[in-house]
């Protein structure tokens, strides 16, 4: 019997690169979206694609219930992805647009992976993996509520870490940075729907993250989600899992800098990111 994977957020990006490799690598791969629509399309690329939206806990349990009726109710791994950011600046952040990205990038993983923990308890053994973000130790401005969501994330799975140590079910974060995505493309349409920058005292900051928006160059250390799914499959393949993957420079520069640095020292630097 191959070894079975859920992952979602496969629609592109880093999910859609790693569903196809361990596909490859042979895993019975589950590569799950948030659209019909996509999820059709990667069934007509050969992937098995349930639909799975965090902000909706039906399609939760309904996806969930798809991938465990295949494998006769066993699953060996879940790769967590899925997320978005709403750039902008904290004041101008309306709760309701906090509540909504806690759900998508935060609760609605949760609620999965403890769905998933009773099959791997029953088991005796599985890989939860958590795509986390440079971001989730080393905050940045204009990204507040991207930050928040990982920071939470990050205490969330070192907590599960350790209250899981001795079952079997290992657990891991993976700190990408930056990847090529469409991750700013989806961020622009979350600032539109959220951020009325128009009414804001930092109106003519809001024009220049405009023009940032329309800018096509690749950031200046940005990888492809290969490198990330790299060490996805280390995650879920190696005796002995690590609990964090640094993936890009920024990643490792962030990881060393929050170590050594004083805080006023490491504000000063990531103010100008």
């Given at each position: 019997?191959?070894?079975?994977?859920?992952?979602?957020?496969?629609?592109?990006?880093?999910?859609?690169?790693?569903?196809?490799?361990?596909?490859?690598?042979?895993?019975?791969?589950?590569?799950?979206?948030?659209?019909?629509?996509?999820?059709?399309?990667?069934?007509?690329?050969?992937?098995?694609?349930?639909?799975?939206?965090?902000?909706?806990?039906?399609?939760?349990?309904?996806?969930?219930?798809?991938?465990?009726?295949?494998?006769?109710?066993?699953?060996?791994?879940?790769?967590?992805?899925?997320?978005?950011?709403?750039?902008?600046?904290?004041?101008?952040?309306?709760?309701?647009?906090?509540?909504?990205?806690?759900?998508?990038?935060?609760?609605?993983?949760?609620?999965?992976?403890?769905?998933?923990?009773?099959?791997?308890?029953?088991?005796?053994?599985?890989?939860?993996?958590?795509?986390?973000?440079?971001?989730?130790?080393?905050?940045?401005?204009?990204?507040?509520?991207?930050?928040?969501?990982?920071?939470?994330?990050?205490?969330?799975?070192?907590t599960l870490r350790l209250e899981l140590a001795g079952t079997g079910i290992e657990v891991s974060l993976i700190e990408p940075?930056?990847?090529?995505?469409?991750?700013?493309?989806?961020?622009?349409?979350?600032?539109?729907?959220?951020?009325?920058?128009?009414?804001?005292?930092?109106?003519?900051?809001?024009?220049?993250?405009?023009?940032?928006?329309?800018?096509?160059?690749?950031?200046?250390?940005?990888?492809?989600?290969?490198?990330?799914?790299?060490?996805?499959?280390?995650?879920?393949?190696?005796?002995?899992?690590?609990?964090?993957?640094?993936?890009?420079?920024?990643?490792?520069?962030?990881?060393?800098?929050?170590?050594?640095?004083?805080?006023?020292?490491?504000?000063?630097?990531?103010?100008?990111?």
């Amino acid at each position: 019997m191959t070894r079975s994977i859920l992952i979602t957020g496969c629609s592109s990006g880093i999910g859609h690169d790693a569903a196809h490799n361990l596909k490859a690598r042979g895993w019975t791969v589950f590569a799950s979206c948030r659209k019909a629509e996509d999820c059709a399309r990667l069934q007509s690329e050969g992937l098995i694609s349930p639909r799975i939206d965090y902000e909706d806990g039906d399609s939760i349990a309904s996806g969930l219930a798809e991938v465990l009726d295949a494998t006769g109710g066993r699953l060996d791994a879940l790769y967590n992805n899925g997320a978005y950011a709403i750039p902008g600046l904290l004041e101008d952040l309306p709760v309701d647009a906090l509540r909504a990205i806690f759900e998508a990038n935060l609760f609605g993983w949760h609620d999965l992976t403890r769905r998933v923990l009773p099959v791997m308890r029953a088991a005796g053994a599985g890989r939860i993996v958590q795509c986390s973000s440079v971001l989730g130790f080393a905050a940045a401005p204009w990204r507040g509520a991207y930050n928040a969501t990982k920071f939470a994330l990050e205490g969330l799975t070192d907590t599960l870490r350790l209250e899981l140590a001795g079952t079997g079910i290992e657990v891991s974060l993976i700190e990408p940075g930056p990847i090529t995505s469409r991750f700013r493309i989806n961020g622009r349409r979350q600032f539109e729907r959220w951020i009325d920058w128009r009414a804001s005292p930092h109106r003519a900051q809001y024009e220049r993250l405009l023009a940032r928006f329309e800018d096509k160059t690749p950031d200046r250390w940005e990888m492809p989600p290969s490198a990330v799914t790299a060490k996805l499959i280390h995650a879920v393949e190696a005796p002995r899992p690590r609990a964090r993957y640094y993936v890009t420079v920024p990643t490792h520069l962030g990881g060393a800098a929050k170590r050594l640095l004083p805080t006023r020292m490491m504000d000063r630097i990531l103010s100008k990111s």
